[in-house]
């Protein structure tokens, strides 16, 4: 029994040398990991604010220029005129017209096939 009591305390003794480096040890680290998310951060903002910067002036050079470039084709209803017979004298060589129609609609916004005299209609891409 005495060998163990011989030996708790030099355990004990041992130990307690040991626990002030360690708890500072715990600070340090502590604090090294927070500085490391923060700089991980920081990158990634910088990375994502960068790559923004750059598609914004050098990404969508070609779907500007063609929106800009191309003008719509309109036309103005007249008397007798419905979707579909526009969507007949508008459409592409070999385009369902249903499709044409469903474009013409969706276009201007229109909830039903009812059209009034005089009303313009933007038409998309056909001849």
């Given at each position: 029994?005495?060998?163990?009591?011989?030996?708790?305390?030099?355990?004990?003794?041992?130990?307690?040398?040991?626990?002030?480096?360690?708890?500072?040890?715990?600070?340090?680290?502590?604090?090294?990991?927070?500085?490391?998310?923060?700089?991980?951060?920081?990158?990634?903002?910088?990375?994502?604010?960068?790559?923004?910067?750059?598609?914004?002036?050098?990404?969508?050079?070609?779907?500007?220029?063609?929106?800009?470039?191309?003008?719509?084709?309109?036309?103005?209803?007249?008397?007798?005129?419905?979707?579909?017979?526009?969507?007949?004298?508008?459409?592409?060589?070999?385009?369902?017209?249903?499709?044409?129609?469903?474009?013409?609609?969706?276009?201007?916004?229109?909830n039903n096939t009812k059209l009034q005299v005089g009303q313009k209609l933007i038409l998309p891409p056909g001849k």
């Amino acid at each position: 029994m005495v060998q163990n009591v011989q030996v708790l305390n030099r355990y004990n003794r041992s130990n307690t040398q040991y626990a002030p480096q360690r708890a500072g040890l715990y600070r340090k680290n502590r604090g090294r990991t927070l500085r490391r998310f923060v700089i991980i951060g920081l990158l990634m903002l910088a990375l994502l604010s960068v790559s923004g910067l750059a598609s914004a002036f050098l990404g969508n050079e070609d779907a500007y220029a063609s929106t800009a470039s191309a003008k719509r084709a309109t036309v103005y209803v007249e008397q007798g005129d419905t979707l579909w017979s526009i969507a007949q004298d508008h459409a592409a060589k070999g385009e369902d017209v249903r499709d044409y129609v469903y474009s013409i609609k969706k276009l201007n916004g229109l909830n039903n096939t009812k059209l009034q005299v005089g009303q313009k209609l933007i038409l998309p891409p056909g001849k």
